[in-house]
């Protein structure tokens, strides 16, 4: 879905959900909790709230609902570290 939306330069996507096991928000299905690094043409001149909402329209109904806890980086070309 990012990989459509952003057409990504970087994209890293990883399931923090070991992590949190027995924890508030955790569904025992092992896909409860993400992060992801993602770097997008797409985000430039766009500041961070703008560039996270990018994100959240391009993956729909999966934060907040399928997925309790999702962690993002967003950076356009040139600013990831």
């Not at 970087?10 to 409860?32: K, R, T, W």
């Not at 797409?42 to 999702?70: M, T």
Request: net charge positive; charged share 20%.
């Amino acid at each position: 879905m990012l990989r459509q939306a952003l057409s990504p330069t970087h994209l890293q996507v990883n399931n923090d959900s070991a992590q949190h096991a027995g924890h508030s928000g955790d569904d025992g299905s092992g896909e409860s909790h993400f992060s992801v690094v993602v770097e997008s043409a797409a985000f430039a001149g766009k500041n961070r709230l703008q560039r996270q909402r990018l994100v959240l329209a391009a993956l729909g109904d999966i934060p907040g609902n399928r997925v309790h806890a999702f962690a993002m980086k967003c950076n356009a070309p040139g600013e990831r570290a």
